[in-house]
């Protein structure tokens, strides 16, 4: 299970850096294993792919929940929405594998789509019961706003434009809110 999750770490951090010139030689050696540890692990590169993917939507997922224990409402939601956008900027370089995944497994994209909009209306839901956002916003609105943002920018996978544009959301969200 050890190299299972150092392929998935070095995969990530290999389309992260070389989008779909990332070979799978160079994946087995960032985590320093042989290309056999790799393929036993994920037999296809699209198996790969797709571990990388729903490893990176899990961990999202479930900081929400430590994010929500440390950090007011409000602070914990901008937070989220910060890493939501930085995690979308990383994976711009996997869209090609990603839309081939697409077609041949849409239960993954259904499962994680799930996994986040439940994520997104448990941290709307706190900062709403705090005052400091509106009601009125869906999970599915969010993700997809949040979803823009992430297109908005160039190719660059820089998330220090992306920042700017989640404090206007987080604006938006917070207009006609009870507390400010």
Known sequence: MRNRARLIEAAAAAFAERGEATSLEDVAQRAGVGIGTLYRHFPTRDALVEAVYRSGVESLCEAADQLLADLPPDRALAEWMDRFVSYVATKRGMLTALRSLLDADATLFD???????????????????????????????????????????????????????????????RFGATRG
Not at 113 to 126: I, N, S
Not at 132 to 161: E, K, N, P, W, Y
């Open 111 to 173: 499962d994680c789509r799930a996994c986040l909009e439940a994520t997104a209306a448990r941290m709307l839901g706190a900062a709403a019961e705090s005052g400091f956002v509106r009601r009125d916003v869906d999970a599915g609105d969010l993700l997809r706003a949040m979803g823009g943002i992430c297109m908005a920018t160039d190719a660059s996978h820089r998330t220090d434009q992306l920042r700017p544009l989640v404090g206007l959301l987080l604006d938006g969200l």
